[in-house]
């Protein structure tokens, strides 16, 4: 089969084309054959020796990825939720080598749901990783209530534009941020209000929130803090940042933390709920060929992305 591995750290000229063998699968796993990715910003800090990188060290070369759609080739003598033919979606042993930058992947069946009928294989992939951050951030970390004021940073991001969405389905008043460019885009998706980033304080509209969820880091985080109400919630999802946070949130007296994602087949599950229903819709900026992958990489690390980009095997019939 056709990967991507990763043979150091570093550049996308580290990102090479081979040919391995279709993985074994144990009792628990299903094997599915790929049909789209997607990309993550962890996945490029991760090619770049930052995001997951310290975990992998020891491992090179790795193939990297999480975020997988396919259908079932072949199931594990344990596994009864899938046969052979399904389709199904999702993120795939993260923070562990989840292997996806393949043709076919062992893939555990707790890590994945069902593809919804009404959904592409692309929209599929884009509804894995961010989506399940933004899903786990408001729904167990925050405990997100109705009328609760919430403010999403980047809220046309991979994780912002999905958090939007979650945030108004779980009743919240949401006020999004993005550049004016994104500004209808950030509004479609559900937001109740919009701040221009470039042009406006982030207490433009409201100077206390139940809740700020950041996706940055770095100078954003302190401007962050000004807007969180006396015991309110600073979540943040960048790990490099996460004593900062736990040390402003002390002193401000908030409740502020960083956490990190992880499978999950209720979770999953709930995705895929919200994905046949029209709740949630992913919004995919560009369809990458599986040789353009590394390409992919660098539209993720321009920042400028909207929704997600993904990476198709269009041949893999």
Not at 79 to 96: A, E, I
Not at 112 to 131: R, V
Request: charged fraction near 20%; proline fraction near 4%.
């Amino acid at each position: 089969m056709k990967a991507i591995v990763l043979q150091d750290f570093g550049g996308i000229d580290q990102l090479k084309v081979q040919e391995l063998p279709i993985p074994a699968i144990q009792d628990h796993e299903v094997l599915v054959k790929v049909k789209a990715l997607s990309i993550n910003p962890v996945d490029a800090k991760t090619r770049a020796g930052r995001g997951m990188a310290n975990r992998y060290k020891d491992q090179l070369p790795v193939v990297l990825g999480w975020d997988i759609a396919g259908t079932v080739e072949q199931v594990g003598k344990q596994v009864t939720r899938f046969k052979t033919g399904d389709p199904v979606f999702g993120m795939v042993n993260f923070p562990g080598l989840g292997n996806a930058y393949a043709e076919y992947v062992a893939a555990p069946a707790s890590h994945l749901a069902l593809k919804p009928a009404n959904i592409s294989f692309e929209e599929a992939a884009a509804a894995t990783l961010a989506a399940l951050t933004a899903w786990q951030g408001l729904v167990h970390q925050a405990k997100v209530k109705p009328g609760q004021q919430i403010l999403i940073q980047a809220a046309a991001g991979g994780v912002g534009h999905f958090a939007v969405q979650i945030a108004k389905h779980l009743g919240a008043v949401v006020t999004g941020t993005s550049s004016a460019a994104n500004k209808d885009f950030v509004l479609s998706l559900g937001a109740d209000k919009h701040i221009d980033y470039h042009l406006q304080p982030l207490d433009a509209a409201g100077s206390e929130y139940d809740l700020v969820l950041d996706p940055l880091g770095g100078d954003n985080i302190e401007r962050s803090f000004g807007v969180v109400r006396k015991g309110g919630i600073m979540l943040s999802i960048v790990s490099a940042f996460a004593d900062l946070v736990k040390e402003k949130a002390a002193a401000m007296g908030v409740n502020g933390f960083f956490f990190m994602v992880a499978p999950s087949e209720a979770d999953m599950q709930a995705i895929a709920e919200l994905l046949a229903n029209n709740v949630l819709r992913p919004h995919v900026a560009q369809v990458f060929s599986f040789e353009a992958l590394p390409d992919a990489h660098l539209a993720v690390e321009s920042g400028r992305t909207r929704g997600k980009i993904v990476v198709s095997f269009s041949s893999n019939d």
